[in-house]
């Protein structure tokens, strides 16, 4: 059998390694992040060509909120290993 069984090592949450839990939710969360991107993108340019001052806006604020979240996961995969 393979794989420390003390709890200590790679196997068992030493921090050296992404659970599928965390792996699976970081894949959520980019795709979420992507996605709230792409809808501020959209309502951006739509906004833009039918000169609502106010869609361009909140456009621009969903974009703006999709990369600090992109930054935030980043961050936390940074400094998780």
């Known amino acids: 059998m393979s794989g420390n069984l003390s709890g200590s090592g790679p196997a068992y949450g030493c921090g050296c390694a992404l659970s599928v839990k965390e792996m699976a939710m970081g894949i959520v969360n980019r ?15 739509i906004g833009r060509a039918s000169g609502d001052v106010e869609l361009e806006r909140i456009g621009k604020s969903d974009q703006r909120r999709s990369k600090m979240k992109k930054a935030a996961e980043k961050f936390k995969r940074v400094f998780k290993h």
């Open 31 to 45: 795709a979420k992040n992507a996605t709230q991107h792409a809808v501020g993108a959209s309502r951006e340019k």
